[in-house]
């Protein structure tokens, strides 16, 4: 919230000036204010000062120091928000969203939503929360998203019921007359409208019904407010940009409105508090926040409330409420009213002694004024270092950090701060601008470089103007004439040189001084010169010297330095410098951390594939790239310029080439976007261990292996198990040894393939991506490998997105890539489970240790946490013993089938879970086997047995882990007892999963609602895997999308079949249930969209895989595509 604040403060510095009151009617605030907002639409961001007009006609008394104007603001919004008025409506959840009746899109109604939208812009400018709850379909329609039909349970759950009713049911359709239209009634009169051209005359079918719950969930939440939104949101941005706005989702956008629903923290409150005429150790002062500490929530929201007209803390705490909490003592005036009608300036008796506090005398005489007194913006400037715009850096360089918590990831929020926090302004980014972005991408590359500087951060910034000197060289008749990549240039060439870098100068700097950053043209004046080579280049130059003091001064000054490249000699004459070169030579006397090429290509491509280029390492990289056939002319003299550039810069530095669209990302995203090039560091692969630094991996062993962390081995002992190797290893890293991988020449098993055995690296080494250096480099050696990672390794994702295969049994994971024989699949998978069966051997005999030092080895991967590799192959839970847990019992019924043996595995390795029931009619009377917390046997439960259990409280919860269409009589039979009604039932078929009254356990969309539900829906395993690749991606589909399904035989269940007998599954591939397949139906019902699916079942045993066909309706990068899935799983393990 402090980071969105304070960006868009400083955009309108300029605006903050002081105003005469307005006089403002006291009685009707609605209608007068919107006259009086009207004309101001250049002045909202400035001071407003106010005073009340009574009935009289006559000046409330009182000087508005920013209170009396809060009072009109939260009493405007209390009046314009309220449903009598016309303009909103409630939800059922009490929740405001715009009346949708054609009565509200007239135009005088737009106008109200309009300047609506304009007063909550103002409170969020100045940071004044309100006491307004919208609904999230309305706030998510206002930032441009779309609104899809589970948002509808939120507006009209009736008719949400009714459209899911439609959407299963099993009857005629026809029957129910329904066609594609909607019916609303406005003064008094039904008014019928189509959904579709002709919906009148369009009956609803079967066929068209999912059709028609969209079109009508469409109208309701997106058409019908279509008009209202557009004004509103117009209205807001009058105060804050749409591009600020648009960062938030609709739940932040509400955070930010009307604060966070957390707990009154008193410590917080106590210690951003500004006392006047007291001192904190006052009595009185003691009294008070004893009195405070000792409120129940409720009374404490009240007195937030008092204070800020909201019951709800800011977002990130009471150090941003504007204005400041003030306690003043307001001596003997016990009887005298205040002298302001602002209620956060009225005079209280909150601490006079009561009943509770007799001892405290003292308390009858005190009294605390509670006053929001604020501190004006200049103030805040003059605390500054600097003047103007620069003397806000350092409070916006903190403005950045917090922005970057907001919309990016961990790693990204450190790489900012590592990068650029601490560096001086000047140091930032030198940024090299081609005469191509000057003009085609003029207001984009303005927009980009104003962004940095309202964050606090002052690139200096260098153009050149190539194409426009050619196109008036040209029309002089002069022919452009180049030596080694280097423009000759005489005295002509010179001469329209000149000219055009003065105006291309003049028109960057005009564009950011429109956009309110104040720019400094520098065309000359920066760089001093010899002559090249005046026989052989004419008038080109060789740097020889920055004058950088006048650079500094810019910035001193709050204003962004623009360079051209031309130079001059001691005697004044003018030589024309390659921008490149210009950019180097300032780099090396500036030493930024980013050295920036922006182009109109967005970096570097490879002339062969025509694929961009991500990263280049100089010093692994170099040599073979110049070897390359496609990199000659202007691109081997810029990645040599570079090489020369970086080989004198700190190694911390860096070159990106760049659009100027995706110049943010590029800088403060860790994925980036263009073409990053570095030095990094040379890469090394060894065979043996004396070309090791040993001392180097005894180092990053002793602070990143977790084997050597917990003791279960030394290096000394690992280092001698590589050297008894038979077959041989190769060993991979890069100099600094902040990455070391170990791969063995074949596992232990004798399988033939090749094990990654080790994997390690620092915390600084992924971040700036090593790892995956790394990982190519050995990749080239080892076409294909095993390794194996524990389930619960947090970096799993990243094993999954190099791996081509994979397969989890207890608690480990085996991938492998490069492996396109079956047999030596199942080979390797074959030996996977025998370790883990002697594994399980070792664990019984030893006493729990399922390993000695010596066998084989868990795979230590980056920065994993791992306590203990050896545990059995189970999860990794608290130490505490189980008797000190409340453990639950659980039943289980239908045991027989994969899916419960997969529930009994993580039963087994739960500390707080035990199976009391398990239930199987073809297994009754045999053991449970992979269950060893004691020992059960099968049993044969009928449905009065289990109503029998349920009341007795043998069980805590029952799970159904049965064919799909036979848990009803066990669901009714639990439900039919007072305790069943409240005991947890998980239902792993397909039985329940439309069923509303139930929660539907997908928990990376429903997690909320999981840990207090009773009744539990398992989601099916395709409909898992193709929720989780549709739903970051809905709202931005334009059509159906397609899923493309391929199981293993273990999805047709253990009952004999054709779709799970192997000899007819050998080299096969067999499609089944291509229309209405139960998942298709899943999926539709709960993304709100129709989806089609093909399944196929193949001739591996276990796993899914999914092809996903996405429409979208709009174009995007493959770049846009990754961003949205990593926002959206972030947090989610995998």
Not at 411 to 429: D, G, I, P
Not at 519 to 533: C, H, K, S, V
Not at 696 to 718: A, F, H, L
Not at 1016 to 1028: D, E, K, L, R, V
Request: with cysteine.
């Amino acid at each position: 919230m402090t980071a969105f604040k304070e960006a868009v403060i400083s955009e309108e510095l300029s605006l903050n000036h002081d105003q005469e009151p307005d006089e403002v009617d006291g009685n009707d605030r609605v209608m007068t204010d919107l006259d009086f907002v009207r004309g101001r639409r250049s002045q909202l961001k400035g001071r407003i000062a106010i005073s009340f007009v009574d009935q009289y006609g006559m000046q409330e008394a009182g000087i508005d120091g920013g209170g009396v104007f809060k009072e009109f603001l939260t009493a405007l919004v209390r009046q314009a928000f309220d449903t009598n008025y016309g303009l909103f409506k409630n939800t059922s959840d009490q929740l405001l969203y715009p009346n949708p009746h054609q009565f509200s899109q007239q135009p005088t109604q737009i106008s109200y939503y309009e300047f609506l939208g304009r007063i909550l812009g103002k409170a969020l400018y100045e940071g004044i929360l309100i006491d307004v709850a919208f609904a999230g379909f309305f706030l998510a329609k206002c930032l441009g998203q779309i609104n899809y039909v589970d948002d509808l349970a939120s507006l009209d759950p009736e008719l949400y019921r009714g459209l899911m009713f439609l959407k299963n049911y099993d009857g005629n359709i026809e029957d129910l007359s329904l066609y594609f239209t909607a019916d609303d009634e406005e003064m008094g009169q039904s008014i019928t409208h189509d959904l579709i051209s002709n919906g009148s005359n369009t009956p609803v079918t079967r066929q068209n019904r999912i059709r028609y719950i969209f079109r009508t969930a469409h109208y309701r939440l997106n058409t019908q407010i279509d008009r209202q939104c557009k004004a509103f949101f117009r209205g807001l941005s009058d105060l804050i940009d749409a591009k600020w706005l648009c960062m938030f989702n609709q739940q932040e956008l509400q955070i930010m409105f009307g604060g966070a629903q957390t707990e009154i923290s008193i410590s917080d409150l106590q210690q951003n508090v500004v006392y006047s005429f007291f001192e904190p150790t006052d009595p009185t002062i003691q009294y008070f926040w004893s009195v405070v500490k000792e409120m129940s929530e409720e009374d404490r929201r009240l007195l937030i409330k008092f204070i800020t007209s909201c019951a709800r803390p800011p977002l990130l705490g009471f150090s941003e409420l504007n204005p400041k909490l003030c306690i003043r003592n307001a001596g003997q005036e016990e009887d005298r009213l205040p002298t302001s009608t602002a209620h956060q300036l009225a005079r209280t008796a909150l601490l006079r002694a009561s009943s509770v506090y007799t001892s405290k005398t003292s308390l009858t005489a005190a009294r605390c004024l509670i006053n929001a007194k604020q501190s004006t913006w200049r103030k805040k400037q003059e605390q500054r270092g600097y003047s103007g715009n620069a003397t806000a850096a350092q409070t916006e360089k903190e403005t950045i950090t917090k922005l970057l918590y907001n919309i990016g990831s961990r790693k990204e929020v450190e790489q900012y701060l590592r990068h650029f926090s601490s560096v001086e302004s000047q140091k930032f980014a030198v940024i090299k601008v081609g005469g191509a972005v000057l003009t085609d991408e003029l207001n984009t590359l303005a927009s980009a470089l104003t962004f940095l500087n309202r964050v606090g951060l002052y690139p200096i910034v260098l153009h050149g103007a190539g194409p426009q000197l050619n196109d008036l060289l040209e029309k002089a008749g002069v022919v452009p004439d180049y030596h080694d990549g280097i423009r000759i240039t005489d005295e002509k060439t010179l001469e329209i040189a000149r000219k055009v870098f003065m105006s291309e100068n003049l028109k960057l700097v005009e564009a950011l001084e429109k956009m309110g950053t104040r720019a400094r043209p520098l065309p000359g004046g920066i760089f001093t010169a010899q002559y090249l080579d005046r026989d052989k280049y004419g008038f080109v130059g060789r740097i020889t010297g920055v004058n950088k003091e006048v650079i500094e001064a810019s910035i001193r000054a709050g204003a962004l330095p623009i360079l051209t490249s031309l130079a001059e000699t001691p005697a004044g004459q003018i030589l024309n410098v390659n921008a490149d070169v210009a950019a180097g030579e300032l780099a090396r006397v500036l030493e930024p951390l980013k050295i920036v090429y922006l182009n109109e290509k967005n970096g570097l491509y490879n002339g062969e594939t025509g694929k961009k280029i991500d990263v280049i390492n100089l010093d692994e990289e170099y040599e073979d790239l110049l070897k390359q056939p496609w990199v000659k002319y202007g691109t081997k003299l810029k990645i040599k310029e570079i090489k020369e550039l970086l080989d004198h810069l700190p190694r911390s530095s860096s070159v990106a080439i760049i659009s100027a669209g995706h110049l943010h990302k590029e800088l403060f995203t860790d994925s980036g976007a263009g073409t990053l090039i570095r030095r990094g560091f040379k890469l090394f692969h060894h065979s043996s261990l004396e070309q090791l630094d040993k001392d180097r991996v005894r180092n990053i062993m002793e602070k990143e292996d977790p084997e050597v962390k917990s003791g279960q081995t030394s290096v000394s002992t690992y280092l001698h198990q590589l050297e008894e190797s038979k077959k041989g290893f190769k060993a991979y890293g890069d100099e600094p040894y902040e990455v070391l991988a170990v791969v063995k020449n074949d596992d232990e098993n004798g399988s033939g393939v090749p094990k990654l055995d080790k994997f390690i690296a620092t915390k600084a080494a992924v971040l700036n991506n090593v790892t995956d250096n790394v990982w190519a480099l050995l990749s080239k050696d080892y076409p294909s490998m095993t390794w194996i990672v524990d389930e619960n390794d947090e970096n799993k994702g990243w094993h999954f997105a190099k791996a081509e295969g994979s397969f989890t049994r207890h608690g480990k994971t085996l991938f492998w890539k490069g492996l396109n024989d079956v047999a030596t699949i199942e080979k390797v998978v074959s030996n996977f489970l025998d370790a883990q069966t002697q594994e399980t051997v070792n664990a019984a005999t030893s006493g729990g240790s399922s390993f000695t030092s010596g066998q084989r080895r868990s795979f230590s991967t980056m920065m994993n946490k791992i306590s203990s590799p050896f545990m059995s192959g189970r999860r990794m839970f608290s130490t505490n013993s189980t008797a000190q847990r409340d453990v639950k019992k659980i039943g289980l019924i239908g045991a027989r089938g994969y899916t419960g043996q997969e529930f009994i595995r993580l039963v087994n390795s739960h500390p707080s879970l035990e199976i009391e029931y398990v239930s199987s009619r073809e297994l009754e009377g045999k053991p449970l086997e992979g269950y060893d917390k004691k020992l059960i046997t099968y049993v044969n439960l009928s449905a009065d047995q289990v109503k029998e259990k349920t009341q007795s409280g043998e069980v805590d919860a029952w799970i159904l882990a049965l064919p799909n269409g036979v848990c009803k009589p066990f669901v009714e039979a639990v439900e039919s007892v007072e305790k069943g009604k409240k005991m947890v039932l998980c239902d792993l078929s397909a039985d329940y999963r439309f069923d509303d009254t139930w929660t539907y356990g997908l928990p990376e969309f429903n997690r909320a609602k999981i840990p207090g539900a009773t009744r539990i829906s398992n989601p099916g395993c395709y409909a898992t895997g193709s929720q989780m690749a549709i739903h970051p991606l809905l709202k931005h589909l334009s059509g159906t999308p397609s899923i493309f399904g391929v199981s293993g035989y273990s999805g047709a269940g253990t009952k004999p079949s054709p779709n799970n007998d192997v000899n007819r599954l050998k080299d096969n591939l067999i499609p089944y249930s291509l229309t209405n397949h139960i998942h298709e139906r899943e999926v539709s019902h709960h993304l709100g969209h129709e989806v089609n699916f093909v399944p196929h079942v193949a001739s591996f045993f276990q796993g899914i895989s999914l092809t996903v066909n996405l429409p979208l309706n709009k174009t995007m990068t493959s770049g846009d595509i990754r961003e949205i899935y990593e926002e959206a799983y972030e947090k989610e393990s995998l």
